[in-house]
Structures are given as C-alpha cells and as structure tokens.
C-alpha cells in the first residue's frame, strides 16, 4: 500500500479509497501508508477512530478533515 501510495504522490496525485473495509485495521494501514481520504458510509464511525490519540501524529488530509 505505501509503495502504491508514494508512486502516485509522485505523480502529484491523492490518494482516496471508497468501498473499502470499514475497519479500524484498515482505516489505520491507510493513514500510515499516507492515503488522502477515505470515503466511508460510517461517518461517525470513522471520525471517531481519527479522534483517537496516535503515538506519533502525522499531518494528513484525514486528520486535518476531522477537525484535528
């Protein structure tokens, strides 16, 4: 995922994923692999796991589209 990522950022392209899992695990690889946004039917659901404390914060369009 991150490799895929990185190629299209390359290009100067985002990186937005709709249909895909609506798990924390994948909301998660998502973020660190530095994916734009996540389009989801679980918005709240969502917004809460970008709530939640992170080790080590990294800007994102994720995080900044929740309000952090």
Sequence with gaps: LRTM???IH???R???FWNAP???DFWKAAEEAGVDAIGTDF???LAS???LPQP???PTLMRS???E
């Design 43 to 45: 918005i709240s659901k």
């Design 5 to 7: 990522v990185r190629a």
């Design 22 to 24: 609506e798990t924390h």
């Design 65 to 67: 589209l929740a309000g």
């Design 10 to 12: 390359e290009k100067k």
């Design 56 to 58: 080590q914060p990294q």
């Design 14 to 16: 985002r990186v937005r």
């Design 49 to 51: 796991f970008l709530r």
